[in-house]
């Protein structure tokens, strides 16, 4: 067992992968990855790498969840067996299926379900490797394949952490952090609308710190956000490109 270490933040003040507290992991995504989906997007948050897949909207089964005036979206949030260093049953979690709906009521907000009454979206989210954070890596890979899927949306939904680590809030804690730090505060948000579609808190946080967290995990959720309408355009840019070579 490797011993856990003492300070999560040294003398410079570096966190234990390099990063100064107000800073986010690498991150990349990419969409349309996947063919047989209506829409898709694969992320590499920090150590974190994440596929999302969507279908639809088609209709809606088993029959009697039908919504006479809306679409039902569902989530489901895998985790798989080698995503962890201890493997992880393939069977679903409770925690599983309590981040599946998290995951759904943050993307809720973002979709306009009046359009496609009697119908059914469902996004896959397999976590190929886990390294904390995965709930708002997910959120963001999910809304890229909502959009790649061509549903109509109010805005993109981007999310990111902030916690407390050895006495300092800090941005997008890893795995490391998330359990040895005293706090953790998940938001999604919709930059656009200037919306918080998920606010979580595991741990304990002064009214100031939660507020602080709050402000650099949404700071966090733009520079995603900039990251994200990449991805998307970058898909299209491809398309663009195919079609003139035909
Ligand atoms: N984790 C793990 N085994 C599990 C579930 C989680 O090792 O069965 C790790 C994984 O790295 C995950 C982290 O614990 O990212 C934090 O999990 P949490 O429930 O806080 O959700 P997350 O931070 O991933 O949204």
Do not use: W
């Not at 992968?17 to 989906?37: F, H, Q």
């Not at 899927?149 to 050895?166: E, F, S």
């Amino acid at each position: 067992m490797n011993e856990k270490p003492k300070k999560l933040i040294n003398t410079k003040g570096l966190r234990l992968d390099g990063r100064k507290p107000n800073e986010l992991r690498s991150v990349k995504i990419d969409v349309g990855i996947l063919p047989n989906a209506d829409g898709s997007a694969y992320i590499e948050h920090g150590k974190n790498k994440i596929l999302a897949g969507a279908f639809g909207p088609r209709e809606m089964h088993p029959k009697h969840l039908q919504q006479a005036d809306r679409m039902v979206l569902r989530c489901r949030y895998h985790m798989a067996p080698f995503s962890v260093p201890e493997r992880k049953s393939p069977a679903p979690s409770r925690r599983e299926n309590e981040l599946s709906k998290v995951i759904r009521d943050a993307l809720l907000p973002a979709v306009f379900i009046e359009n496609y009454p009697r119908t059914g979206v469902d996004v896959f989210i397999e976590v190929l490797q886990a390294d904390g954070g995965t709930r708002c890596a997910s959120i963001t890979a999910a809304s890229l394949a909502l959009a790649d899927a061509g549903i109509p949306m109010r805005d993109l939904v981007v999310a990111c952490a902030a916690g407390k680590v050895d006495n300092k809030i800090a941005l997008d804690l890893m795995d490391i952090e998330d359990k040895i730090g005293t706090a953790d505060v998940p938001v999604a948000y919709m930059p656009n609308l200037n919306a918080i579609t998920l606010l979580q808190m595991d741990g304990k946080l002064s009214l100031k710190e939660f507020e602080n967290a709050v402000e650099i995990a949404t700071g966090g959720c733009k520079q995603i956000y900039e990251i994200q309408k990449e991805a998307l355009k970058k898909k299209y840019e491809i398309i663009e490109q195919e079609e003139e070579v035909e």
